[in-house]
């Protein structure tokens, strides 16, 4: 069996650590931002999991509902420190290590190392440290989305933690929710296309959206307006745990309306085998993160069902800016996180 495809995590006692005063320009303030020191590193040692745990991690605020996301996201190019990136290469697992490896351009080996040291450290937040970042172990589902397999003793398995990675060379970002699936895509507002957009939009989009591309006259207005259909359909397929194969684009479409919020609907065409999963009980949210990204995050919503169509939901987004083990910060309500959507 590979080790990447069944994994299993194992919780460790937490040790003491001294107590921290969190700051904030000269006020006690909880989550704001926060300044710890990393425990230094054990050695590995071959056929022993866990070890001394990093209950320097703060922690964050419980998450209250299905509803509710919180996504942590750093900067790679703000990560440089040799040392610290050793730090974060040693939560690897074997197999995460190998696959950095393989990455033959160091920023890509880098992005590798960062992306997996994120999702392990945000993990650990959510229970409290009592799992070791290197103790976590994963599943993958046939689409090849990846799980965390809880064991069956673990009291966190009660209310599951569900989560998903996305990340450009200059940004990655980790999605956090409760009992609900989830979906995050982010893209450089700046990024741009080799193609005509208009083609691409016909390539891989619904009608009715490439319809409404072409309203917009602005060459610059329709690029940004395609980046951030394009990650609202990416989030919505990536949270569908099936990907951009099993649920191809141009089966549903998602119209994104400042005034009525973000809608979702499966086309009237649609043949394709096993897109029956598609369903229309999400949530969406669509934000400026950082001032250079387009951020979507999609969740499920079964109770949206039950309720009249034009009932109020919304998504409870919380936001931090981390460099694990130094620096947590809340970036929620600052000009660091601009919701559109």
């Known amino acids: ?8 995590c194992r919780a ?24 710890c020191r990393g425990l230094p590193i054990p050695p590995r040692t071959p056929g022993v999991s866990g070890g001394r745990l990093f209950s320097s991690l703060p922690l964050p605020p419980p998450l209250q509902s299905p509803r509710e996301v919180h996504v942590w996201y750093l900067c790679p190019d703000e990560l440089n420190n040799q040392s610290q990136l050793n730090m974060y290469e040693e939560l690897l697992s074997p197999s995460e290590r190998k696959y950095a490896d393989s ?10 190392v960062l992306s997996r040291a994120l ?20 599943k993958k589902n046939k689409f090849g989305k990846p799980e965390v397999l809880w064991p069956l003793d673990d009291s966190t398995a009660e209310q599951p933690l569900h989560f998903n990675i996305s990340h450009t060379t200059s940004l990655i970002a980790c999605g956090i929710a409760i009992n609900a699936h989830i979906g995050i895509d982010v893209e450089e507002k700046k990024r741009n ?15 009715s959206e490439v319809d409404s591309l072409a309203e917009i006259s602005d060459s610059d207005a329709q690029r940004k307006e395609f980046l951030k259909l394009w990650t609202l359909k990416e989030a919505y397929v990536k949270a569908l745990g099936m990907g951009f194969s099993g649920a191809p684009f141009s089966t549903f479409s998602i119209m994104l309306e400042i005034s009525k919020g973000i809608r979702i609907s499966k086309t009237s065409n649609t043949s394709r085998p096993g897109c029956d999963h598609l369903s229309e009980n999400w949530l969406f949210t669509l934000a400026e993160l950082n001032s250079s990204h387009y951020m979507s995050v999609c969740i499920e919503d079964s109770s949206r069902s039950q309720g009249p169509e034009d009932s109020p939901a919304s998504v409870g987004l919380k936001v931090w800016k981390t460099v694990p083990f130094v620096e947590d910060t809340l970036v929620s309500g600052t000009e660091a996180v601009k919701l559109i959507a």
Do not use: Q
């Open 1 to 8: 069996m590979r080790h990447h495809h069944l994994l299993r």
């Open 12 to 35: 460790m006692p937490i040790l003491p650590s001294p107590p921290r005063t969190l700051r904030v320009s000269g006020s006690l303030v909880h989550h704001r931002l926060i300044r």
């Open 103 to 112: 990455m033959k351009a160091t920023l890509l080996r880098k992005d590798v």
């Open 119 to 138: 999702l392990r450290t945000t993990l650990s937040r959510y229970t409290d440290c009592k799992i070791d970042p290197r103790s976590f172990e994963f």
């Open 193 to 207: 296309t080799t193609k005509n957009i208009l083609s691409l939009a016909r390539r891989y989009f619904t009608p």
